[in-house]
T-cell receptor
Framework: GQQLNQSPQSMFIQEGEDVSMNCTSS?????WLWYKQDPGEGPVLLIA?????ELTSNGRLTAQFGITRKDSFLNISASIPSDVGIYFC????????????FGPGTSLSVIP | NAGVTQTPKFRILKIGQSMTLQCTQD?????MYWYRQDPGMGLKLIYY???????DKGEVPNGYNVSRSTTEDFPLRLELAAPSQTSVYFC????????????????FGQGTRLTVV
């Protein structure tokens, strides 16, 4: 079935550094979503991408929908301590009847 | 709007007991989902529903049942709890967009932490 892979699995960075993470799939998706999960909370949507090649920003976050439709990237600039958490990518297939599939997550730790 | 509300927040069950995890949303979303998240892992889809009266299996449906009698509610039932069902359960909902943008994003509840002993 459809499966998403995320890399890296975990990251430890200094405050102020930029962060890059990516998500890949063997299947084509028509929607890519990036979520952040704080400890003990449900995931919260950060950015949604609907078109191949699309580049979208949300504050210090920028995400891109890969041209092949099989990957997506999330960048965080000038990281701060509250960026700590788990970042999940998710994809949805061709129609709005397709279920949303989640990747295993990238755990981000920011060292002050 | 409250968004997606899950109850209870925490529960301890004995092996073989049954329980229902409640999920309700007030956003008039058609689609609802149940995921489980094991420690250090991503989200696995258990069941989902594209509308009242319609449900379908996800990746890990065994040991669970769902129903969708109304748009607002999507309860998840565990009939014979097993230690392997110890996990955090998240309910989510989403809505269909109009063409040409057909896809959508899911909004999550706070989760139910279940321990089976």
């Amino acid at each position: 079935g459809q499966q998403l892979n995320q890399s890296p699995q975990s990251m430890f960075i200094q405050e102020g550094e930029d962060v890059s993470m990516n998500c890949t799939s063997s299947s084509i998706f028509n929607t890519w979503l990036w979520y952040k999960q704080d400890p003990g909370e449900g995931p919260v949507l950060l950015i949604a991408l609907y078109k191949a090649g699309e580049l979208t920003s949300n504050g210090r976050l920028t995400a891109q929908f890969g041209i092949t439709r099989k990957d997506s990237f999330l960048n965080i600039s000038a990281s701060i301590p509250s960026d700590v958490g788990i970042y999940f990518c998710a994809g949805q297939g061709k129609t709005s009847y397709d279920k949303v599939i989640f990747g295993p997550g990238t755990s981000l730790s920011v060292i002050p | 709007n409250a968004g997606v509300t899950q109850t209870p927040k925490f529960r301890i069950l004995k092996i073989g007991q049954s329980m229902t995890l409640q999920c309700t949303q007030d956003m008039n979303h058609n689609y609802m989902y149940w995921y489980r998240q094991d420690p250090g892992m991503g989200l696995k889809l258990i069941y989902y529903s594209v509308g009242a009266g319609i449900t379908d299996k996800g990746e890990v449906p065994n040991g669970y049942n769902v129903s969708r009698s109304t748009t607002e509610d999507f309860p998840l039932r565990l009939e014979l709890a097993a230690p392997s069902q110890t996990s955090v359960y998240f309910c989510a909902s989403s809505y269909p967009r109009r063409p040409p943008v057909m896809n959508t994003e899911a909004f999550f509840g706070q989760g139910t932490r279940l321990t089976v002993v």
